[in-house]
């Protein structure tokens, strides 16, 4: 914006109180409070971290968005006093495709990449495979410019589509889907991008792929981010010591009952640091699911929003979306299927705030932004699922930051993707993703700004300590800064225990054994004893035996730490996952067993949980009923983030519903626990598992919850003897659940739909419909075989309970008349071939290295394929969707929107759709 004298700023000041006498500006007063923000580079080298000399302060003043002056007016949007949200652009789905990347350029021009590159039409009614541009440019009107328009200019740039766009170094840089990070040219001077250079090669499938990318803070580098699906590139160095991370469960952990990352290993999700060049990469942090977007700080903190996995809601390793702080060397604890850690655990860091359900896409800080003080430091985390853009305010706690968040923009539906601050000072965001509408956004600050840029402040001394020993994360720290990590080695701060551990890991065990086996401070001892476990080295145990833990801290850190010992030494069947322990730990049996019979009686429900672990792992038959009385002793605490789901309808009814009759999260991780013994059962015990398990199918949960259980189930019958089997009867078959309304079958007469002719018809006659009648319907049309609303169906496909969030009409019916129109890969089907010319279709549930296991029709759970390893000749990801074309053409037209009335209200027979029209 335009540098103003002081004496201009003077008059325009008095020029604005006069204003704002006579009119009333709804939010002018509510700029609210300076937040504490993190203040200094975490990068290693020096660097010049002297605050700049505050800015002088603008303001500006926008009419108000109810006046005839804004026509560009976003309307059905909830935002925050004070702010304007303007729709600037609609995509073609052909030539544009749907927008989910978003990157500020130079001249206050924008660049957004569409997700795919390859679209599908029909030609005569045949299908027909074509490809699009995926990168554009975007230069928006000046905000009161209110007859401009947005232009749109398509590269030529052949890119399969991008998750993740920079213009830093006076160049593009791109993340590009399946290839890695690329730099787009102009080659020709005509200023269009043309072509490509594959700088650091990140290969992989599906959307927990290549993402984001920030600058450093430095101005040397690039920081990327990248899902669990995509492995490691070859590292230069590594911030955590490189190759040390593993799965570290003491007990066998299920796959996800449905498949998605099967065999998808530690360590997940992962943040790197490269040279412009593509070389020199360096980890930073690892162990996210599915981290789509991260941002740094001006004093260069990094924070990211990772992503849940949805289909684990009620299970006890579900863990919300949430803000992480990725400081050098982190682990959040990312794990296959079951095997996410529970946030306690040493060897792993917290959140900085916990969000709830959703699907986290992009992220930024509010630098930059023409905003109040306050929101310019919050950080932005867009939710895709439930249409809501969060502001995020952060203060110092300890060495690390809490937050604590506020929805700024919400929609419904607004499937928000990526956010930027462009040169001009608003923000803009795309909405769209999966083949989805797509949209184009603009968010600007009509009241009167008078906040100066957000002041830097000093770290805290705690801060200051972490950044000292995050210095040391590397192999070549001198001998003598062994005294330095040691002697913070048990710190009560977790941050500051964690960094001190990673540097202790980088350095020779032969400088530090000696300390480790002498020391008499119990966390410390612990903490070595935790380092020399992920070593493997065989005095872990020994060290670990011998502390004395008092504390709740010190008992859940020793815990895990005996765990880790026991999993780095076992022998583990590849097949069954059955753990075989060494001689060395078994003849520290009954040391070990005494020690958890010390902590004892506590009324800490996670050193109880992990007492539970230990004592099946060691084999002790008293677990047994120690553990059936926790379960009946305990309640499964009420997850802060429900009240969130209570204030806001978007967070749909299943969720709610949670709240009235809570799935018994805790309880199920001790069932879990206990399927893994077969001997030392009373016929009584027997009972009692058998009947909670039955007790547990009554609550909901995710998509995954009911197939859990039902694993659980089948895992503990199979540890029964004939006669057990017989005495305990139908106790262990597994409990069937009605739906609570009548099926209704289409009277039609029907036809054969088309997207287009089903859009027309049902889009803006979602008024006065039966709810009882699209109930019934989703059950004839076979809906409820496959998709779960408001926990009526089966938990095979998407969940549709919060489609109304994500999905327009035309979206929805493109998904229902063409559902290989665009598959996620939580859905898609593998194919296999093997070597003989066999061809295996299905949902892949499980892969070792001794094969891969099959479910050709998820309908039929038990009719599972396996197909060892040395048999596959290839592996693709199918094209083609389960779900079966022209389920629909038998209902007529009031028949359908009653369906997707349904459907949009998430179950809710209370929906406005269902009330009559005045």
């Not at 600058?215 to 040390?244: C, F, H, M, Q």
């Not at 799965?247 to 997940?268: F, I, K, T, W, Y």
């Not at 710190?491 to 964690?498: E, N, Q, T």
């Not at 058998?690 to 259980?709: C, D, E, K, R, V």
Request: glycine residues 8%.
């Amino acid at each position: 914006m335009m540098k103003r004298s002081i004496l201009a700023l003077f008059d325009l000041r008095l020029a604005v109180l006069l204003l704002t006498s006579l009119l009333v500006v709804p939010g002018c007063g509510e700029s609210g409070e300076d937040t504490d923000a993190p203040t200094e580079n975490t990068n290693t080298e020096a660097a010049d971290t002297t605050p700049e000399e505050p800015a002088e302060p603008e303001i500006v003043m926008l009419p108000e968005p109810e006046s005839p002056d804004h026509p560009r007016k976003a309307e059905g949007l909830t935002v925050k006093d004070g702010f304007l949200v303007e729709k600037l652009f609609e995509t073609d789905p052909p030539t544009h495709g749907s927008w989910v990347a978003i990157c500020a350029g130079p001249d206050n021009t924008l660049f957004v990449s569409a997700q795919y590159r390859q679209y599908k039409i029909k030609v005569d009614g045949k299908e027909v495979k074509k490809t699009r541009q995926t990168l554009f440019t975007v230069k928006p009107p000046a905000v009161d410019d209110h007859d401009g328009t947005t232009e749109v200019i398509a590269h030529p740039v052949a890119l399969n589509g991008a998750q993740g766009l920079r213009y830093v170094f006076d160049a593009l840089y791109v993340m590009e889907t399946g290839n890695g990070l690329v730099r787009v040219s102009d080659t020709d001077g005509d200023g269009l991008y043309d072509a490509k250079e594959l700088l650091m090669a990140a290969k992989s499938g599906g959307e927990h792929t290549t993402h984001a990318i920030v600058p450093t803070p430095d101005g040397t580098g690039l920081y990327l981010i990248a899902g669990n699906y995509v492995a490691l590139p070859k590292l230069t160095s590594s911030r955590p010591v490189n190759g040390l991370w593993d799965e570290d469960h003491v007990l066998p952990q299920n796959p996800d009952g449905r498949g998605h990352a099967s065999g998808v290993l530690a360590p997940g999700g992962w943040i790197a640091r490269v040279d412009p060049d593509g070389k020199n990469v360096e980890l930073i942090c690892a162990g996210f699911r599915n981290a789509y977007d991260f941002d740094v700080h001006p004093n260069g903190e990094i924070f990211a929003y990772d992503a849940d996995m949805e289909w684990d809601l009620g299970q006890p390793w579900y863990r919300p979306t949430r803000i992480n702080h990725a400081v050098s060397g982190a682990e959040f604890g990312w794990r296959n299927g079951s095997g996410k850690w529970p946030t306690y655990y040493e060897d792993s860091l917290g959140s900085v705030v916990d969000i709830g359900p959703g699907s986290p896409v992009g992220v930024t800080f509010g630098t930059g932004a023409n905003f109040p003080t306050k929101y310019q430091s919050a950080l932005y985390a867009l939710d895709w699922t439930y249409g809501t853009i969060y502001a995020t305010h952060l203060k110092p706690d300890g060495a690390t930051y809490a937050g604590e968040i506020e929805p700024f923009v919400m929609g419904k539906p607004l499937p928000v993707t990526d956010v930027a601050i462009a040169d001009d000072g608003h923000m803009y965001f795309t909405a769209g993703g999966r083949g989805g509408d797509s949209a184009f956004y603009r968010v600007s600050y009509y009241g009167v700004n008078d906040k100066a840029v957000p002041e830097v402040k000093p770290l805290t001394e705690l801060a200051k300590l972490r950044k000292e020993l995050e210095a040391l994360h590397t192999p070549d720290t001198p001998a003598d800064q062994i005294h330095f990590i040691w002697e913070n080695l048990g710190h009560d701060d977790r941050f500051i225990r964690f960094v001190a551990r990673v540097a202790l890991e980088h350095q020779p065990i032969d400088r530090w054994l000696e300390k480790a086996t002498a020391e008499d401070d119990t966390m410390t001892r612990v903490m070595a004893g935790l380092a020399l476990a992920r070593h493997k080295h065989g005095n872990a145990m020994g060290v670990l035996v011998a502390a004395e833990p008092k504390s709740e801290l010190q008992q859940l850190a020793w815990t895990r730490a005996v765990a880790v010992a026991m999993y780095r030494k076992a022998t583990i069947d590849p097949k069954t996952q059955v753990r075989t322990y060494s001689e060395g730990h078994l003849r520290m049996r009954d040391a070990i067993l005494a020690k958890l019979e010390g902590f004892l009686p506590t009324e800490s429900l996670p050193v109880n949980t992990e007492i539970v672990r230990l004592r099946v792992a060691l084999g002790d038959p008293g677990a047994i009923q120690f553990a059936l009385d926790l379960m009946n002793s305990v309640q499964t605490p009420t997850p802060p983030w429900l009240d969130l789901a209570a204030q806001n309808d978007r967070y749909g009814a299943a969720i709610l519903a949670m709240k009235e009759n809570p799935p018994p999260s805790v309880q199920l991780g001790i069932a879990f626990m206990l399927r893994n013994i077969k001997d030392g059962w009373t016929m009584t015990q027997r009972q009692a598992y058998f009947s909670w398990l039955n007790l547990a199918t009554q609550s909901g949960g995710g998509n995954s919850y009911a197939q859990a259980l039902k694993k659980i189930r089948v895992q503990s019958v199979a540890t029964l003897s004939a006669d057990e089997k017989l005495r305990l009867g139908s106790i262990i078959d597994e409990p069937t659940i009605k739906s609570p309304y009548p099926i209704v079958q289409p009277k039609g007469p029907g036809r054969k739909w088309t997207t287009a002719t089903a859009t027309k018809i049902v889009e803006g006659k979602l008024v006065g419909r039966d709810f009882m009648k699209g109930a019934g319907l989703y059950q004839s049309a076979l809906c409820s075989q496959c998709h779960v609303v408001d926990k009526m169906g089966a938990d095979i496909g998407p969940q549709l309970t919060t489609a109304g969030n994500k999905f327009s009409v035309a979206d929805l019916m493109r998904a229902t008349i063409e559902p290989s129109h665009d598959i996620s890969d939580q859905y898609a089907m593998t194919e296999i071939v093997t070597k003989d010319g066999k061809t295996i279709v299905g949902r892949m549930i499980e892969k070792t290295d001794a094969g891969v296991v099959v479910l050709p029709d998820p309908r039929q759970p038990d009719n599972k394929v396996v197909v060892p390893a040395d048999q596959i000749a290839e592996e693709n990801i199918s094209k083609v969707s389960t779900m079966p074309a022209g389920l629909v053409d038998s209902m007529n037209a009031n028949e359908l929107r009653d369906l997707t009335a349904f459907i949009l209200s998430g179950g809710n027979k209370d929906h406005e759709m269902f009330k009559e029209a005045e």
